[in-house]
């Protein structure tokens, strides 16, 4: 898709789309590329992906994301344009336009060395950024003016989501970012869909999934029913449907984070 605002380099081996804006778009040489992007602190390294903070000459954060694979199956996507850091660039601008507060994408590069394929898809870093796990752990969010305050904002994200018609699939607190600006984001955008079938059920899941963090680490449960009542309003839906739909993904989280965290909520 050619995506009005994004440039496109061409390598022999690779493709890169970016922003102007973006601290690779002054670079034609993808070695260099793949070096600014491979540089920084690593906060994420597994064997498929890695993730990455990055400070740029002006002291700018970004996040950086690499995504590796051999499977013939990836290398020929690509070949027809698909990649997963290419998927989360595009993502990131629909959601952008339709309202939902993620990230501003800056780049994704695609490089392939024969049956070995590396994406990658940068982001702006949220400058002193900080997950709403942390910021219960450290002060209760009184630095952000008070559970009710951060509940009452973090459903309005959640519901500008859903009423897109978009799922997370993960909306665990560690993705809700609070940017130092205190705006809230969403992130790790990895595993986001748009369902064509059974939205709400599916919401409902994503609820589940932030209602059990929220017991889990001890929020009061007048403000985990304050969340679900601000995010009930805000979809438009009765708060009693809400809660009827996520029980059956409530319990199965539960069970899951009895047995994997030795937890009880």
């Known amino acids: 898709m050619v995506r009005k605002g994004v440039k496109i380099r061409r390598f022999p081996h690779g493709l890169l789309r970016f922003i102007d804006s973006s601290p690779v778009a002054g670079i034609d040489n993808l070695d260099m590329v793949k070096r600014w992007l491979t540089a920084g602190r690593e906060i994420k390294v597994s064997e498929k992906v890695e993730a990455r903070l ?33 998927r989360v660039f595009e993502l990131s601008f629909r959601l952008r336009e ?13 490089c392939r060395d024969g049956f070995q394929l590396d994406s990658w898809f940068m982001c702006e870093g949220l400058e002193g950024g900080k997950d709403l796990r942390n910021h219960f752990f450290e002060d209760r969010f009184e630095s952000l003016g008070g559970a009710q305050e951060v509940m009452r904002k973090a459903a309005e994200v959640a519901a500008q989501l859903h009423a897109n018609g978009f799922v997370h699939y993960d909306m665990k ?19 986001m869909r748009k369902p064509k079938i059974a939205i709400f059920t599916k919401a409902c899941r994503d609820v589940a ?39 059956p993904f409530y319990a199965k989280f539960v069970r899951r984070h009895r047995k994997k965290y030795n937890v009880s909520v």
């Open 54 to 86: 990055i400070n740029d000459e002006k002291g700018h954060a970004w996040f950086v994301k690499r995504y590796r694979s051999r499977s013939l199956f990836r290398v020929l996507l690509a070949l027809l344009g698909w990649t997963r850091g290419g």
């Open 98 to 110: 339709e309202g939902v507060s993620v990230p501003q994408p800056s780049a994704c590069l695609m």
């Open 173 to 191: 607190w560690a993705n809700f970012m609070v940017a130092g600006d205190g705006l809230f984001y969403l992130i790790d955008l990895d595993g």
């Open 209 to 247: 999934r932030f209602v059990v963090n929220a017991r889990e680490f001890g929020l009061p449960e007048d403000h985990v029913k304050y969340w679900l009542s601000q995010y009930s309003m805000h979809l438009g839906v009765d708060v009693v449907d809400v809660e009827k739909g996520m029980a």
